[in-house]
């Protein structure tokens, strides 16, 4: 049963441009969100994550806006750079995993061309 | 400060032989817990191990078993390797009350 759903699969985006990357849930349990960047050869590392307390997180170029009711979260990229090519993957975790139990998305291939 | 090392980096099994892969935790770091990636898919949680015990496992069967060192490190076991087991192993490690997730390179298994 995949509880993490994650779209698209790839995506390609311009230099300087926005990128998207969507995921739904259905556990309304979950209360950890967050997003990780891997790139070829490496292990997945850690962007941003939100808690669904608040609507909106942003650091530096990376924001996830998160929608309750629709059970539905989001990673947006402003200013896309050819060093954000990676994969990217959304996640969630239970209450009682304090984040650290994770079920992840399948991942998004993003490429920025320059 | 230390981060996350796995052990090997590559290898190679057949059918029904048996792997031990091995993780260091961050540096204070007290949680470790053990994904499998499949070729283009997202990790899948196997378990987690915390003061030695494990604290939680994913829908993986008992052939997949695991320990944690008290220093904190940890091994995977996987008994009766089956093709389908071929995928890169990741270990994480966190602090339990916080439980962002620090994840070494991988090793990958390749069963023939």
């Known amino acids: 049963q995949q509880q993490v759903k994650q779209s698209p699969q790839s995506l390609i985006v311009q230099k300087g441009g926005i990128s998207i990357i969507n995921c739904a849930y259905e556990?309304?349990?979950?209360?950890?969100f967050p997003w990780y960047q891997q790139f070829p050869g490496k292990g997945p590392a850690l962007l941003i994550a939100i808690r669904p307390d608040v609507s909106e997180k942003k650091e530096g170029r990376f924001t996830i806006s998160f929608n309750k009711s629709a059970k539905q979260f989001s990673l947006h990229i402003m200013d896309s750079q050819p060093g954000d090519s990676a994969t990217y993957f959304c996640a969630a975790s239970p209450p009682e995993a304090s984040g650290s139990r994770l079920t992840f998305g399948e991942g998004t291939q993003l490429t920025v061309n320059p | 400060e230390t981060g996350v090392t796995q052990s090997p980096t590559h290898l190679i099994k057949t059918r029904g032989q048996q792997v031990t892969l091995r993780c260091s935790s961050q540096s204070g770091h007290n949680t470790v817990s053990w994904y499998q990636q499949a070729l283009g898919q997202g990790p899948q949680f196997i378990f987690q191990?915390?003061?030695?015990?494990?604290?939680g496992r994913g829908n993986f069967p008992p052939r997949f078993s695991g320990l944690q060192f008290p220093n904190y490190s940890s091994e995977l076991n996987v008994n009766a390797l089956e093709l389908d087991d071929s995928a890169l192993y990741l270990c994480a490690s966190s602090l339990y009350t916080r439980g962002e997730l620090f994840f070494g390179e991988g090793s990958r298994l390749t069963v023939l």
């Open positions: 556990n309304t349990a979950f209360d950890y």
């Open positions: 191990y915390y003061r030695e015990e494990e604290n």
